[in-house]
Nanobody
Framework: QVHLVESGGGLVQAGGSLRLSCVAS????????MAWYRQAPGKQRELVAY???????NYADSVKGRFTISRDNPKNTVYLQMNNLKSEDTAVYYC???????WGQGTQVTVSS
């Protein structure tokens, strides 16, 4: 079991940056594969990036080279550094434990053009 809380969303101009954080409760964080998803209005939720317990990462083509997922196991936290943001990145971003199939509540990211 794991409880997830995201933070770091907000309003930013195109070309700007944001860093999202997701803090997980419980002592099992280090064995979790963690992921970030996003859902834009009227669209399906999509996988943005994930990081496994060994630190290997994978990204959606739309964010490669702009977003970086990382984790800090002692802090039970996974991050999503988002650079060169575009208006099409506007969405609610969700943290997910792939291992336990648990979701956070989401954080809104709005990119103005």
């Amino acid at each position: 079991q794991v409880h997830l809380v995201e933070s770091g969303g907000g309003l930013v101009q195109a070309g700007g940056s944001l860093r999202l954080s997701c803090v997980a409760s419980g002592s099992t964080f280090s064995i979790n594969t963690m992921a970030w998803y996003r859902q834009a209005p009227g669209k399906q939720r999509e996988l943005v990036a994930y990081i496994n317990i060994g630190g290997s990462t994978n990204y959606a083509d739309s964010v490669k080279g702009r977003f970086t997922i990382s984790r800090d196991n002692p802090k039970n936290t996974v991050y999503l550094q988002m650079n060169n943001l575009k208006s099409e990145d506007t969405a609610v971003y969700y943290c997910k434990s792939m291992t336990f199939d648990h979701w956070g509540q989401g954080t809104q990211v709005t990119v103005s053009s």
